[in-house]
């Protein structure tokens, strides 16, 4: 059952056929998932004022329904630390096609993952996990599993990566939360099940992990061409 | 459905048969039943007549007896009909070899076979396809008898979408020794799949290993097959085609644009216990180990040689396969050492790969395989046996098995396969030890047990 809230996302997103990244954080909070303090700012002033109330330093992203990749010009600044800063990233911000405002977040610290859902024509909703950040095509140390997923799934794919000394601790660093990261993987697969008729792909790139939690640091939703009302 | 009749059919009709063609398909089929199998086999042609004495008849109604099975190779636009005089007739079902349907664009006549068929619970292979070679009832290959190479009886099923690629693999089990069961060209598959056959073949008693050759599935339909799959008791290997990614289409997140259709064939397969084979080679080895061994290894590997290159080659196969080759333990060797004989011992190397050297007798092997059998740092045991050892014999392979019967640790030979050999490459196949023909390959069987994972 979807919840309405999700629901509606959706259906507003039908247009432009895929869910800009303010939405999509709002849905995976709504479905239990854990995402930055974030604002969507149309302005300068209200960009300033969400910084302050979080502190400095902070993210600044390009919103816009013409970007699905926000990297590809420039459109992320990370570590902003002051006003001046914000203020002028804002201003070249707005100069990107298709603006719309600026998300402003909390910098997040830690591993950064990608967990990705896709529906296969043969195989249903499949649930991919990776080392993330831009290089993920590059590196693509990833693993798959078929939704849903169940625990023993969950190891097993964080076993299966190259890079799985890093989530254990790797010479002296903490290891990543793995049962945070399960618990995302499990809900978000869950979800992936019940969104399978409206989706096309999902990307939650990256997901910072740390040893205390797992946030979605960036997501977009891809939806079916073709789908049906949600 | 009853699919009994299909695979094991008493009598059988072969619809189509020229009466002045004797290379129709349907005549090298009735031919080759009427001389070879053991299903009385009955020809049919809508004109009547009489075929190499026998009584052709015009319907299959006309037929004194119950039909189990029909084989039917008329022309396309005339199978539906066909098919439902089949139907009327009480035959139990049908294996269509026609071509002329979806593959060049006549899915309406398809649909209308299947439509029929599915009303009245009647099942059939095909059509476009080779259908069934299931000895020793039938066989519904148009491929005469003389130009087959047949595999001996045993215990895999082979399934493929390919007819050409079926034959093959044939081919190639008669050389490698490995038992066929049955063979199922599903052509178009347009009524029964991969999932019908594979529940089928799960409880069938002749089967004690599946192996299918893939080019697609159907919306979803992978997803099903994985998931019964991991129901299956039985070792189940596929290969599937496709694996250079499809063009064109634009990709707009890294998920879809990583997750291609064959990764995740390989991913989902691993999930749930598919012995995926990446290359017919690998089929055809799989095949073979999995039908001596049904058991799944984690792979840490024992080898035994008489030649250190041998040791040495294998240990670096066994790595690039991700497959362990534990040390043995100073006092393991010391142990070891004092089983072998007394030539051997003064020159022979026990670490693993135990090295017996060119001075080893069949003793020597049993001593060393027994050992590393019995113990829990082993689950597997290769046997690199170079036949012009002095002091090894053909009664080597026999002993082996005694001691993979007590032990119950897999153990797989490499003997060079040249004709001068075949009677150490037969004692391994009679003793159910799979033999491979390369040191490579005894690496693929192991793999081949360590990727069944039964879920």
Redesign the interface.
């Known amino acids: 059952m979807v919840k309405k809230g999700i629901r509606n996302i959706l259906f507003a997103s039908k247009d432009v056929g895929?869910v800009l990244e303010p939405q999509a954080k709002r849905l995976f909070s709504m479905a239990g998932l854990n995402v930055p303090r974030f604002t969507m700012s149309s302005t300068v002033e209200e960009a300033v004022r969400f910084a302050h109330k979080i502190g400095y330093p902070i993210v600044a992203k390009v919103v816009s329904p013409r970007i699905?990749h926000k990297s590809d010009c420039d459109g992320v600044a990370v570590g902003i630390d002051t006003d001046g800063e914000l203020t002028k990233t804002f201003t070249r911000f707005s100069q990107i096609e298709g603006f719309v405002g600026v998300l402003v977040e909390e910098m997040m610290s830690g591993l950064e993952l990608?967990v990705?859902?896709?529906i296969?024509?043969?195989?249903?909703p499949?649930i991919?996990l990776?080392i993330g950040g831009t290089g993920?095509?590059i590196y693509?140390d990833?693993?798959?599993?078929?939704a849903p997923l169940r625990e023993r799934?969950v190891e097993?794919m964080v076993k299966g990566l190259k890079a799985s000394p890093l989530l254990e601790g790797y010479r002296g660093s903490e290891p990543i939360n793995l049962s945070e990261l399960t618990r995302l993987l499990i809900t978000f697969s869950e979800l992936v099940m019940d969104l399978e008729e409206f989706i096309?792909?999902?990307?939650l790139?990256p997901v910072i992990c740390s040893s205390t939690t797992c946030v979605v640091a960036d997501a977009?939703i891809?939806l079916k061409e073709t789908g049906g009302n949600p | 459905m009853n699919f009994e009749a299909l695979f094991k059919p008493k009598t059988l009709a072969v619809i189509g048969v020229s009466l002045n063609n004797d290379r129709h398909p349907a005549n090298v089929i009735y031919n080759k039943n009427s001389l070879r199998f053991q299903a009385e086999v009955f020809p049919v042609n809508d004109r009547g007549g009489i075929l190499q004495g026998e009584m052709v008849y015009a319907r299959i109604s006309d037929i004194p007896q119950e039909v189990d099975l029909a084989v039917i190779a008329v022309r396309a636009q005339m199978v539906p009909d066909i098919m439902a005089e089949c139907i009327e007739a009480k035959v139990g079902g049908a294996v269509v070899i026609s071509g002329g349907f979806a593959e060049i664009g006549r899915k309406d006549l398809q649909e209308r076979m299947v439509s029929l068929a599915s009303e009245a619970g009647f099942p059939f292979i095909g059509p476009n396809c080779l259908g069934i070679y299931s000895p020793p009832h039938m066989d519904t290959f148009f491929l005469p008898s003389e130009r087959m190479v047949r595999p001996n009886k045993g215990r895999v099923t082979l399934v493929s979408q390919s007819g050409g690629t079926l034959v093959d693999q044939m081919t190639k089990f008669a050389n490698e020794g490995i038992g066929l069961s049955l063979a199922v060209s599903i052509g178009n598959k347009a009524l029964i799949r991969e999932l019908d056959l594979l529940r089928y073949f799960a409880h069938d008693p002749g089967t004690d290993v599946i192996a299918f050759y893939v080019e697609g599935f159907e919306k979803n339909e992978g997803r099903e097959f994985v998931l019964a799959t991991g129901r299956c008791p039985k070792p189940v290997i596929v290969l599937k085609s496709g694996k250079s990614p499809g063009g064109g289409r634009a990709i707009s997140s890294h998920t879809a644009s990583m997750a291609g259709d064959y990764e995740v064939f390989s991913a989902v397969a691993s999930q749930y216990g598919v012995v995926e084979a990446r290359n017919e080679l690998e089929l055809v080895s799989f095949c073979e180990a999995l039908s001596c061994y049904n058991q799944s290894i984690e792979g840490r590997i024992g080898i035994i040689t008489t030649s250190g290159g041998h040791g040495a080659l294998a240990v670096d196969a066994c790595f690039s396969h991700g497959l362990s080759v534990p040390t043995l333990s100073e006092q393991h060797q010391a142990e070891i050492r004092e089983q072998v004989s007394p030539r051997v011992r003064a020159i022979a190397s026990f670490s693993n790969p135990i090295d017996l050297t060119g001075s080893a007798v069949d003793d020597d092997f049993i001593a060393a395989a027994k050992f590393l059998s019995s113990m829990e740092e082993v689950d597997c045991v290769l046997i690199l046996l170079l036949p012009y050892t002095p002091g090894v014999t053909s009664d080597l392979a026999a002993r082996l098995s005694q001691i993979y019967r007590q032990a119950d640790k897999p153990l797989i030979a490499y003997v060079p396969h040249v004709e001068k050999y075949g009677i150490f490459i037969e004692g391994f196949e009679f003793n159910r030890i799979p033999v491979a023909h390369s040191i490579e390959g005894t690496v693929h069987m192991a793999e081949a047990m360590r990727r069944w994972q039964p879920w």
């Not at chain 1, 990833?142 to 078929?146: E, F, H």
């Open positions: 895929w699905v990608i990705g859902a896709k296969d024509y043969q195989f249903g499949v991919l990776g993920v095509e693509r990833i693993t798959m599993r078929m799934d097993s096309e792909s999902i990307d790139n977009r891809m």
